[in-house]
C-alpha cells in the first residue's frame, strides 16, 4: 500500500497559548493531505471540477498524543483506509520529525486521525458516484486487511455475557 508523506514547517501563528501546535492547525495540514492524495490519483481539484464533482468534508476526528512545539517540525502520513461508491476515509499519522534521521521508527507519533470525503455532484450536490477509473485509481492508497485482523468488536467477559440470548 502506498502513502503520501510530506513535512512542513511550525510557524509561530501557528502556536497556542500554551506554547504548543494549536489544534486547529491539524486540520489545515489535514486539508494539505487531503488534497496532496487527490493529486496522486490524477484527480485534483480541478480535474473534479471540471468532471462535474467537488470533494465534501463528511467528518474529521483526531486523536492527539503529545504537542508539537515551534521548535519541531512535523512529518504527514496519508493513506485509505475505506472507499465507498462515492466516499473515501482517509486516515492520517503526525510525527515529531524534529530529529535528524528520516525513517519512520525513529519518528514519534503525535496525533492520528481521519477524515471522510463524501464525493458529490457539484450541482445537486447528491452523492456522485466513482467511476470504474476513478476508484481503481484509489486502490494502490487503500489499506485492506485480512477479515481476521478487524477488531469488531472488543475483546472483553463484558461484551462476550452480554451477546448471550436472555433465556440461556
Known amino acids: 500500500m502506498k502513502k503520501i ?7 509561530s501563528y501557528q502556536i497556542d497559548s500554551l506554547g504548543q501546535v494549536n489544534n486547529a492547525v491539524y486540520n489545515t495540514w489535514m486539508e494539505i493531505g487531503r488534497f496532496k492524495l487527490l493529486d496522486a490519483v490524477g ?4 480535474t473534479l471540477i471540471s468532471q462535474g464533482s467537488l470533494p465534501a468534508l463528511a467528518n474529521t476526528t483526531i486523536c492527539y498524543k503529545t504537542p508539537l512545539f515551534l ?3 512535523v512529518w504527514v502520513e496519508t493513506w485509505l483506509s475505506a472507499l465507498g461508491y462515492a466516499s473515501a476515509v482517509m486516515r492520517f499519522n503526525f510525527y515529531n520529525s524534529a530529529s535528524s534521521t528520516k525513517s519512520i521508527r525513529d519518528q514519534v507519533l503525535v496525533a492520528e486521525g481521519y477524515q471522510r470525503t463524501m464525493f458529490v455532484d457539484k ?5 456522485k458516484r466513482f467511476s470504474r477509473q476513478e476508484k481503481d485509481a484509489f486502490l494502490p492508497y487503500l489499506d485492506v486487511k485480512p477479515m481476521d485482523e478487524i477488531d469488531l468488536l472488543p475483546k472483553s467477559p463484558r461484551v462476550s455475557s452480554s451477546l448471550k440470548r436472555s433465556n440461556e
Open 5 to 11: 508523506t510530506f513535512d512542513l514547517d511550525i510557524y
Open 43 to 46: 484527480l485534483p481539484l480541478s
Open 71 to 73: 521548535t519541531d517540525r
Open 123 to 127: 450541482e445537486s450536490l447528491k452523492p
